[in-house]
Structure formats: structure tokens, C-alpha cells
């Protein structure tokens, strides 16, 4: 058996995100197998480096997917791309060794947020940010940003409600750029809780905006009540960027 | 009458283009006019700086209308992106002199073309660009545009059969630049007739892509025939940035 990797970007807009359903095939996940079963003449599934939840996008999402097909790697990328829908792309396609596993494998993975912070909406990156009208603190969501690197229990800044697992993770980097009106946030770390980047996201914004004290993130930290974080902000300006082996 | 002056983001992608119709109100143009005449509280006509067809995107186009209104310019602004669709932006509002005309009164138009040649299709950018798989040779591009630079009859790159007015026209500026896989085709000039930058697009790619030799370009001119130039690009590449005055 040969095991494929592949680098998938989608934008994830009209998605019900990465992961198959049962009752539904409106997933990218269902997408890729669908077209990858097809292609290789037998039903196959897809392992990916992790979910994206509905309307999130990806620029390099992994998966992979073991094939007795003989099907050249350039081939196959040229089939999937024909027959995939035009908002799901596949960057590469490679062998790996029988033991890679896009999953179990990957070290860490870094995401983005976008945010538009000009004084009116924009036209083209409406589907691909979160739009906050008001000005922007950016050097206090900088000093914000700081607290959430290094070691932590984000079970406060996540939507699990109890976790027999441990919700303890690494935060490797948390920076906030600004181009022009786009404020983006990357975040660097070796996993993310579920709706992480978005509720850290949804802190850092109620201190930019000024309605909360940089110290609020330490008392989420001690109490590690959701319920004391910042909103889950959208969706739609969630990209996941890379993921690391 | 005040004289109001709006500089307008588009998406033109779901739009029959800038100029109103009689049976459609799917135009740009229908669109703007249905919300500042509610706005206003009066029927409005508004003038652009120019059309834009089916599809083509603009950053910055300008238009203005007279008004009995004395609604403050920051509150029109907040009105209008309200109550207009999202994929239309009014960046800005101010008053102007009474004999200030958005279409007679600009001096040159400058518009982009971009292309997407990367190995494979983007996610992203596929709504805003026209992809063009093989490689380019953008040296040769760019000692093809250089002909175009100055003063000439450009009716055969032109979707005009035959026209009264003067065909002649000035491009001031014709460049070609590369960000990534997107290859950026900027034009500026006084003037530009139908389908003239689309034309000069595809003729360009014909010679990026090997298909035709540079010296193609002044057959078509010393000709004038629109059979012998290159096809017309789609319209979902093409950007209005700026008009100037």
C-alpha cells in the first residue's frame, strides 16, 4: 500500500468544516474522499492534521490516505483538482513513508485571524475577516498577546465544558501585525483547545477596544471560567495556515 | 443644491456592471441610486466616472449627485453602508463645488489585471483573478507592453466595430509585476475604449505564453483589425483602482 500526503486550501465559507458527517457530505473531509475514492477506483478515507469547525478556511491543511493505486503524485493533483469544487484546492500531492501519520505526527500548527479595522467594511475581505469598526488598541493587545505564551491550562479560554483529557497547552507565538486596515493575529502552538484561537481572539479584542483590563486575562487563567473570556468571534476569519512535522 | 462626491468599493462578481438598466435594477449604479434616493428622501440620478462592465471589480470608482439634503457627509457614509449590500462599500463622502463632474472632469483611469499562475488554482483569488496555468515569460511581457506606452489608435484592441469618435488614446503607464503566483498588469491612461484593457491582457498573455511574437503588436496596430489581437480576458480579473482628477 502506498501512503499519500496532500496539502489542501480551501476556503471553507459554504463548508460544515472539515470533518465527515454522517448525514450530510457538505464537508471538505467528504469532498476530498469522494473525489479521491473516485480517482483510485476504491472507497477511501482521508486522515487530516486535525478538524476546522463550519466556515473556517485553510491555506495548507495535511491529510493523508493510504491507495493501491499506481497513479502517478502530479496525475493525481491534476485529477483532484478537475473534479474538486473550485473553493477546495490541492497544493501537492507526495508519497510519504507507511508510518507518517498527518495526525499523530504533527508537532504543532499555526493559525490566523483577521480582523478589518478600517472605518467602513471591505467589499473583498468581507469573507475572510471579522469586521470591528471601532479603533484598535494594538500595542495593549500586544502586551495582552504576551500572557497567553508559554505553558497554560486554556480549559477558561476554550468551549469544553469539563476535559477528562488535559487542556494544557504550549503557545509558542501569539503576534498581532497590522497592513493597512487588516489587524492579523498568528498564533503558534503545539495544539488548540476547541473554539481556542477564537475566544483568545475575542479577549484580545475587548482590551484593543478598551472595555477590558489587560490583568482580566490572569483572572481567566486562575479561575479558568469561560464564561469571564472575551466573545468567540466569527468564523469566517479563522484561517488555518500550516501545520509542522 | 449641495454636490455630493462618493468614491465606491465593488465586487462586481453577482452585478450586470456600473450602468443602470431600465428592466434590471442589478447594476451598481441601480443599486447606489435605490439607497441614496431613500436616503435623501428624493429620486437621485448619479453620474460615474465611467461604466464598468458584468463582473469587473472596482477599488475606488468615484461618482457624484446633487442633493436638497442636508444630512451630515459622516452620517450619509453610515447610511449607505447599511442599507447597501455588502459587496458594495462607500468609502467616502464629501461635498464638492457645484460644476465638479465626476466623468467630465477626470483626467486618467488607472486599472489592474491580475492573473493567477501558480501550478495550481488559488481558493482565494479565484473570484478576482484569471488563471493561467503554464508559465509566463514576464520579460517578454514586459518589452510588449512597453509598445503600447504612448500615444496610438487603438481600435483594434477594441471590441468597437467602427466608431465616429476618435479611437486614439494615451497610456501613460503599462506594467507588469509579480507577487507570489499573481501576476499584476497595471494600465493607466486618459481613456480607454471597449474592452481595450481586456485585449491588451490577452494579447499580452499570447506572448507570454510563446504563442505570438512581440512584433505581432504593431501588425495589429498598422492594421487595426480586432480578428488579430488576442482574446478578451474574463472580466472577474479586472479592477478599477483609481480614477484621477
Redesign the interface.
Known sequence: MRNIKIVV???GGRYSGWQRLKDSDNTIQGKLERVISEMVGAETEITGSGRTDAGV?ARNQVANFKTKSDMDVLEM?SYL?TYLP??????SVEDVGERYHSRYNAVSKKYSYYIWNG??????N?K?SYYVEKPLNLDDMRSAASKFVGTHDFLGFSSLKKSKKSTVRTISELSVHLDGDMVRIDFVGDGFLYNMVRIITGSLLEIGLGEKDISHIDKVFSSNIRASAGITVPAQGLFLEQVYY
Chains 1, 2 share one sequence.
Open positions: 486550501e480551501y476556503d478556511h493533483r483538482n473550485r473553493d477546495i484546492v490541492v497544493k472605518d467602513v467594511p471591505s467589499a473583498f468581507r475572510y
